[in-house]
């Protein structure tokens, strides 16, 4: 089956700095990815759509200029968290679109 | 606008059903889907129905959704320790994620042993 892995699985990062997770494709093209982010307790957020070749889709409320998304190739699209702080501390998780949606791992976020 | 509900919790002893329900309240909605989310770890798809369907069994899974109510459910026959986790169900206008996605906020369902 279609398999998507997400890299880091966690990191710890302080205030400030900034985080780049990496969404793969490993066994087929997506054009399409996606980005949700979810805490604690809660549902899956989508944050934005990421298309290959063009400037992703974020959703209402989601900074674009904090959370940077390239999706260069058809087997990869990152997240950059720009400038993180505490309140960015969440479990993201990618998906990328072929017959359905296929769900990565997730990254632990943690921003000290 | 789209909203999807759940309960958040559910205890079941190892052996018997597990009836994990959801309401919806966007009509146009054409695909329902239910997840599973373990500990640490992404969204697995368990299975999906159509909006002009009544029900879908799988396995041990079956799905009945009553669209008058907009209600879904899922039952898992048999439940056993692995199927503790948390389950998702969600809505779209279209498959494979061609439009929007909306996620309920997922029921936690515990298995005990």
């Known amino acids: 089956g279609a398999v998507v892995s997400q890299h880091p699985s966690w990191v710890i990062c302080k205030s400030g700095t900034s985080v780049k997770i990496e969404c793969r494709s490993l066994?087929?093209?997506?054009?399409?990815m996606f980005w949700y982010r979810q805490f604690p307790k809660q549902s899956l957020m989508l944050m934005a759509t990421s298309n290959e070749g063009s400037k992703a889709t974020y959703e209402q409320g989601v900074e674009k200029d904090k959370f940077l998304i390239n999706h260069a190739s058809l087997t990869l699209s990152t997240l950059t968290v720009t400038s993180a702080h505490p309140e960015d501390s969440s479990f993201y998780i990618c998906s990328a679109r072929a017959d359905t949606q296929y769900f990565g791992p997730g990254t632990r976020l943690t921003v000290l | 606008g789209e909203d999807v509900e759940q309960s958040l919790f559910l205890s079941v002893r190892e052996g018997d059903s597990s009836v994990i329900n959801c309401t919806y309240t966007?009509?146009?909605?054409?695909?329902l889907y239910w997840y599973k989310q373990e500990p640490g770890a992404g969204l697995q798809l368990l299975t999906y129905?159509?909006?002009?369907?009544d029900m879908k069994q799988d396995q041990r899974l079956t799905v009945l959704l009553n669209k008058k109510d907009k209600h879904l459910s899922l039952r898992i026959a048999d439940t056993q320790t692995g199927d503790s986790a948390i389950y998702f169900c969600?809505?779209?206008?279209?498959?494979?994620?061609?439009?929007?996605?909306?996620f309920g906020i997922g029921t936690k369902l515990q298995v005990i042993p």
């Open positions: 969600a809505e779209s206008m279209a498959p494979g994620g061609y439009q929007k996605v909306t």
């Open positions: 129905i159509f909006s002009n369907m």
């Open positions: 066994d087929f093209q997506a054009t399409t």
């Open positions: 966007d009509s146009s909605s054409t695909y």
